[in-house]
């Protein structure tokens, strides 16, 4: 018998006709369908298009082994030998007993994080900026807690399904998983863009307290203590909470300007005469019932600024959704449900809340976060009025746009000025917390503090609109 060359016309992959497929002694199937079924495995070729099976399987296999080889490249350290060009020689002199380095620089150099030139390796900018122990920017917490969730949970999946989940101690599983990843991420963007939009606002050289409600890692509360050696920061949260944020503080030498304050901010008194209070990612800053709590811990003038999750259509993440499910809090009562409805952020009844509570609403965008790409993060930035003779007014004549665009932002920097024949508007008894955001009500600074009075120039502002005498305020 001849066997055809697949190149020829005659060579099929599949025989059109099953019965036309033949053996000397007659047709190759026996009318027996269990038979059959394996006498066609013989004769004939999948179905499916194995190529295509092929493919698909040993993508997912080979980013797996790419992804453990950056891990494992993270773990000893190999990124921060390659901040100058160095030779694979150089190298494994410092793992001499090592024998896959340089195959592991070459799977570097395939993901993009490693460059190779003239002989020698070096880290490419991504890595040399979220790689390397030493950058203010490093990622390997978050990296060291998808090897955490890899080998827990993932490897261990046929038996989390045969015998249960694994069950995480609250305390371990926020000090380990958790608050370091969560520190790493916001350096990402999210947190240099929430203290630029802070330290824009009137007055904020001026605070001396603020509060970083259900803080953390207590970046947020570092951040404007290095930023502003006056002010003077608490960070309030869960005891079990308190030595990350500790670690924290020693790390960048705070420790006299940020304290930790350890409590339950649905049951505990988190203190009162703050100048700023801010809440981003964690439930203080969605519960309607903490928006009184919250305003009246503030001082007149002071700031609320609430960053959270929640408002954009997220789409389902089935990976996610998985994870969640292989494991569950050792004093966790029951499984989380399942298609829970997402809690919105800036609801009506968020809104009702802080109009009852006297507080405006004077700034609120969308917050880019690196780390959610898939997912919106809203600032809303609050004020607490002032009052006086039984009236609610923002005295100081600070803009809109102060909110929006720095001092040093534009070319064109003018006066604010006002009507002659006006005076500081008030806020009527029927716009009080109306939720709304006011470009035309003057905002006012935290604090009754004398000083010298300061024009304050506010960039854009068109000549026509400066008409009158020019207003000041006292910072």
């Known amino acids: 018998m001849s066997i055809p060359c697949p190149r020829s016309r ?19 199937f026996t009318g027996d369908v269990h038979v059959d079924a394996v006498l066609r495995a013989f004769i004939l070729p999948p179905e499916s298009d194995p190529d295509a099976f092929y493919h698909t399987i040993n993508s997912m296999a080979s980013e797996a082994h790419r992804f453990f080889a950056l891990l494992s490249a993270v773990s000893i350290r190999l990124f921060d030998q390659l901040t100058v060009p160095v030779t694979c020689d150089i190298i494994m002199r ?7 380095i340089p195959e592991l620089l070459q ?39 998808l090897e955490i969730r890899t080998h827990e949970l993932w490897c261990r999946l046929p038996d989390i399904i045969r015998t249960g989940p694994v069950y995480y101690d609250k305390n371990a599983f926020f000090s380990r998983m958790v608050l370091p990843s969560m520190a790493a991420n916001a350096l990402t963007g999210r947190l240099q863009q929430v203290i630029r939009a802070i ?3 009137p007055g904020i050289p001026e605070t001396s307290r603020m509060l970083d409600l259900g803080g953390g890692h207590g970046l947020y509360a570092i951040a404007l203590a290095r930023l502003n050696p006056g002010m003077q920061c608490v960070v309030f949260d869960l005891p079990q909470v308190g030595e990350a944020a500790r670690i924290s503080l020693a790390k960048y030498g705070v420790e006299n300007q940020v ?29 309607t019932e903490m928006v009184p709590r919250i305003a009246d811990a503030l001082n007149p003038g002071g700031y609320f ?10 789409k389902n993440d089935c990976v996610a959704e998985l994870e969640c499910r292989m494991w569950r809090f050792s004093d966790e009562p029951e499984w989380r449900t399942r298609d829970g409805k997402r809690r919105p952020f800036v609801s009506d009844d968020y809104r009702e809340a802080l109009g009852r509570s006297g507080m405006e609403v004077i700034s609120m965008a969308t917050v880019p976060d690196p780390f959610r790409v898939d997912d919106s993060i809203t600032m809303l930035i609050c004020q607490k009025p ?77 000549a026509s609109q400066n008409t009158g005498a020019k207003v000041t305020v006292s910072r």
Do not use: M
Request: with cysteine; proline share 9%.
């Open 10 to 28: 005659q060579y099929v992959s599949r025989p059109p006709d099953f019965p036309a497929c033949y053996t000397r002694r007659g047709p190759a």
């Open 305 to 314: 600024v609430n960053v959270q999750g929640g408002d954009a259509s997220k």
């Open 107 to 145: 799977v570097l150099c395939e993901c993009g994080f490693v460059e190779e030139k003239e002989g020698t390796f070096v880290n490419t900018p991504q890595a040399l900026v979220f790689l390397t122990a030493s950058s203010p920017y490093s990622q390997v917490e978050y990296l060291k807690k």
């Open 259 to 287: 304290s930790i304050r350890a409590g339950d901010f649905f049951r505990d008194d988190f203190g009162r005469g703050y100048d700023l209070i801010l809440s981003s990612s964690n439930p203080s800053g969605k519960k």
């Open 386 to 462: 002032y009052k006086e003779e039984g009236r609610v007014r923002f005295p100081a004549a600070i803009y809109a746009s102060c909110f929006i665009h720095a001092p040093w932002e534009g070319s064109i920097s003018q006066e604010i000025v006002a009507s002659k024949n006006v005076h500081p508007p008030s806020l009527l008894e029927s716009e009080r917390g109306s939720g709304v955001i006011r470009g035309d009500s003057p905002r006012f600074f935290p604090g009754d503090r004398a000083h010298q009075p300061k024009t304050i120039p506010v960039p854009g502002i068109e």
């Open 94 to 100: 410092h793992y001499p007993s090592a024998d896959q």
């Open 199 to 201: 330290l824009e606002l």
